[in-house]
């Protein structure tokens, strides 16, 4: 969401990816696939609220169906990572720490305080007998805020480690750089389920290191994308099996988060699979599409407002409406948080 789509990299006729220092134009591919995570993003945010704020009226179905779809859409974040991966693990890229930290790591921080701050505003019981600068300070620290803002505190984490991941990419070669990925999604994703067959594991095994490997399977599948009818099978198959794993499970004591997670092995090759097939959209992004790809960033950071006013504050339950209750709730909030980012983009760039 963070990462301008402004290509630096093309593929040549071998399929490897050369430089083009300087050059302002933008992948098309990658700004399809932005719109389209975004999108989801805010779909997948509609649901699992509704569900968190209206739990106490809705039906056993109702909630199950609520998780079933989070569990569907898991692929957008993944996404968004792999397209981060695509473009600043790209070899001939460089990162010097002044635009490391004045740039990516300082705009995540500047968007932690900022919607920190929006939300603890929001949020505040004065009845409550606790500050509100308290409660900010307590959001900062343990994200204590609003939930989805835990995607600022792992971009941190990404940037901070990009210099070592890039000291991989530029040392390995692909087909290193290949294994390396498998061998920590076996660590990260594979091994995990261990638990599921009764078998506690003796060491602890990091789920966190998905993320890192989300960047190194963006940049490989932008060099060497996968088969499109492998491609295609693997999307369908982990996009029926992820909510059908939810609705089996929900009756059952067993807990199915292991299964839908990000380093879920199902939603890893639907995340691939997603990102792999969107590489091969040959028609050009227009303006409203790349448009929307340097807004990401906002709508994803101003829609949780929307429905956190709406849902909570309003009491407005999508359930109530089906399907098109939820689907026209993400329209409009991804709508008008695209609005308000663009005015604001707009606004900044006639001041400087």
């Known amino acids: 969401m963070q990462i301008s789509t402004t290509d630096t990299v093309y593929k040549s006729e071998k399929g490897q990816t050369e430089g083009l220092r300087g050059s302002k134009k933008r992948v098309s591919q990658f700004s399809y696939i932005k719109t389209a995570a975004c999108f989801a993003i805010v779909v ?46 790209d070899r001939e890229r460089v990162i010097p720490p002044s635009k490391l930290f004045g740039k990516y790591i300082m705009r995540m921080v500047v968007a932690l305080v900022v919607f920190t701050a929006i939300f603890t505003v929001i949020k505040h019981d004065p009845s409550s007998g606790t500050s509100i600068i308290s409660e900010f300070a307590e959001g900062i620290m343990f994200n204590h805020c609003m939930a989805y803002l835990w995607y600022l505190y792992m971009m941190i984490a990404i940037y901070l480690l990009m210099p070592l991941f890039k000291a991989i990419v530029n040392r390995a070669t692909d087909r290193q750089l290949a294994i390396l990925t498998a061998v920590l999604l076996i660590i990260c994703s594979v091994l995990p389920l261990a638990s599921y067959l009764g078998v506690d594991a003796a060491l602890y095994i990091p789920t966190w290191i998905v993320y890192g490997a989300y960047l190194f399977i963006g940049f490989l599948l932008y060099r060497h994308n996968m088969d499109e009818r492998l491609a295609a099978v693997l999307l369908v198959l982990c996009t029926i099996a992820l909510p059908l794993i939810t609705v089996k499970l929900a009756p059952t004591e067993i807990d199915s988060a292991g299964l839908t997670s990000y380093n879920s092995p199902l939603v890893v090759m639907q995340s691939a699979a997603v990102f792999s097939l969107m590489l091969r959209i040959k028609r050009e992004a227009g303006r409203l599409i790349e448009s929307i790809d340097r807004c990401s960033f906002g709508i994803y950071l101003i829609h949780m407002i929307f429905i956190r006013l709406t849902m909570k504050e309003l009491g407005f339950n999508p359930f109530d409406y089906g399907p098109a209750g939820f689907i026209g709730a993400a329209v409009v909030f991804f709508s008008a948080s695209f609005a308000i980012t663009y005015i604001f983009k707009r606004i900044k760039r006639s001041i400087v």
């Open 44 to 89: 997948l945010h509609c649901y699992n609220n509704a569900r968190v704020y209206h739990s106490e009226v809705l039906t056993e179905g109702q909630i199950t169906t609520a998780y079933a779809v989070c569990a569907s859409l898991m692929w957008a974040v993944p996404c968004f990572l792999m397209v981060t991966g695509a473009l600043l693990l």
